[in-house]
């Protein structure tokens, strides 16, 4: 499989009234054809800067001073608004967010806004009449029972499921080759969760479009990802396929979030993580997750540990796992105590 989207060193920061805030420091990560791609990490990770970031949707306070975004080998980044509005963003590039509550118009019937992606996705050549029964068939797709009586409804007359649902029937409309899926089955009670992840992978097979899937659950990724990485306080800490993730865990934040999923282990409590994600403005020196971990040593407190390929396909940024790092720090420790003595 090719890369369909390669982020290389991305960095993004927030101006804020105290300086400026890393919510994406250093991220390296790769998604390709057909693949579902999970990004998971507790609230405040970065995980939606990122998501933001690939279709040029950041708010003004965000900067790049970093990185590069190659979506089918053209820089995102470098792209004008004009090119990323009329080529990319709902085109190649669809977004579904968590709220479905909010993302359809009040105003109009749910069959009216549909036909209205078809007919820009059209460019206005086709008229609207026209465009109905390839909305009803939409809407059919993504499971939506009695479509046509369902097309002259309006949204507050849908469920929070049938509304993603519909969210997903536009995001798809245009066959986009990435779809970015944040939060998106949040709001969702689990049994309408399951039916949307089904549509997903459904989806996926039909039209071969790659998702990155955006969550702080490791129990709705492991369902439908091929690859998943972990992120902590704007960096990836772990990436690996999804079936080695789960089976043998390395980063010590990883093993935390796996702790607090039902059926994991086998105690009867849920575990917690104590502590929270560091302050991004004014993150610890060394290892950001040395406050909450529980290997942290004394190396941890200094140097920060690099993603690092520790076997086939699994990269870790943890000095548990990486011996040459631990040693060449120990050198370096021991010069330093040689000096002194000196
Ligand atoms: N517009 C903004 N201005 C300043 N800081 C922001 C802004 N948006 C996000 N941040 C900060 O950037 C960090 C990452 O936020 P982001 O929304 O990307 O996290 P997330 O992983 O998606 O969290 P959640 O799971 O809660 O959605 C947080 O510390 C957040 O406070
Ligand atoms: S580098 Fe050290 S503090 Fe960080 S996760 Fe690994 S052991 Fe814990
Ligand atoms: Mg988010």
Same mark, same amino acid.
């Given at each position: 499989m090719?890369a369909?989207l390669?982020?290389?060193?991305l ?8 300086g ?6 250093d991220?390296n990560l790769e998604i390709?054809?057909?693949?579902i791609?999970?990004?998971v ?12 970031? =690939? ?6 306070s965000a900067e790049?001073p970093?990185g590069?975004?190659?979506?089918k080998?053209?820089?995102?980044i470098t792209?004008?608004?004009?090119? =990323?509005?009329? *080529? ?10 968590q709220?479905?509550q909010?993302a359809?118009n009040?105003?109009? $019937?749910?069959?009216?806004?549909l036909?209205d ?5 059209n460019n206005k ?11 009803i068939?939409? @809407? $059919?797709?993504t ?7 369902r097309f002259e *409804? ?19 409309i245009?066959?986009p080759s ?5 939060e998106p089955t949040?709001?969702l009670?689990?049994?309408i969760e ?5 549509l @997903?992978?459904?989806?996926v097979?039909e ?6 899937? =955006?969550?702080?659950?490791?129990g709705?990724v492991?369902e439908?990802?091929d690859r998943?990485?972990?992120?902590y306080a704007g960096?990836?800490v ?7 993730l789960?089976?043998?865990?390395l980063?010590p934040?990883? $093993?935390?979030?796996?702790?607090c999923l ?14 929270q ?8 020196t060394?290892?950001?997750?040395c ?7 004394a ?12 076997k086939a ?6 000095? @548990?796992?990486n011996?040459e790092?631990?040693? *060449?720090?120990?050198?370096?420790d021991e010069?330093?105590?040689e000096?002194?003595?000196?």
């Amino acid at each position: 499989m090719n890369a369909l989207l390669s982020i290389e060193d991305l960095t993004v920061q927030y101006r804020t009234r105290n300086g400026y805030s890393l919510a994406v420091e250093d991220v390296n990560l790769e998604i390709k054809n057909g693949e579902i791609f999970g990004l998971v990490g507790e609230s405040g990770s970065g995980k939606s800067t990122l998501g933001k970031a =690939i279709v040029k949707l950041l708010p003004v306070s965000a900067e790049i001073p970093a990185g590069k975004i190659f979506f089918k080998n053209r820089d995102i980044i470098t792209l004008s608004e004009q090119t =990323i509005n009329n *080529e990319i963003r709902g085109k190649e590039i669809s977004m579904v967010l968590q709220n479905p509550q909010n993302a359809l118009n009040p105003v109009f $019937k749910v069959g009216t806004q549909l036909v209205d992606v078809l007919y820009f996705k059209n460019n206005k050549k086709i008229k609207r009449k026209n465009l109905k029964q390839d909305a009803i068939e939409m @809407l $059919k797709k993504t499971g939506i029972s009695d479509p046509e009586y369902r097309f002259e *409804e309006y949204p507050h007359q849908f469920s929070g499921g049938m509304k993603q649902r519909v969210l997903l029937a536009m995001a798809f409309i245009s066959h986009p080759s990435l779809l970015i899926a944040d939060e998106p089955t949040t709001a969702l009670d689990v049994t309408i969760e399951a039916q949307i992840l089904a549509l @997903l992978k459904d989806l996926v097979r039909e039209y071969g479009t790659s998702i990155l899937y =955006i969550t702080h659950d490791l129990g709705v990724v492991s369902e439908i990802t091929d690859r998943i990485a972990v992120m902590y306080a704007g960096k990836i800490v772990e990436s690996a396929k999804t079936d080695d993730l789960f089976d043998e865990p390395l980063h010590p934040y990883t $093993k935390a979030l796996l702790k607090c999923l039902p059926g994991y282990s086998s105690k009867e409590q849920l575990a917690t993580i104590p502590g929270q994600v560091p302050n991004l403005n004014n993150k610890p020196t060394g290892c950001n997750f040395c406050p909450r971990c529980d290997y942290c040593f004394a190396l941890c407190q200094k140097e920060e540990p690099r993603l690092r390929e520790y076997k086939a396909d699994h990269s870790v940024a943890c000095f @548990l796992y990486n011996q040459e790092e631990k040693e *060449e720090a120990e050198v370096e420790d021991e010069k330093v105590n040689e000096k002194e003595g000196a």
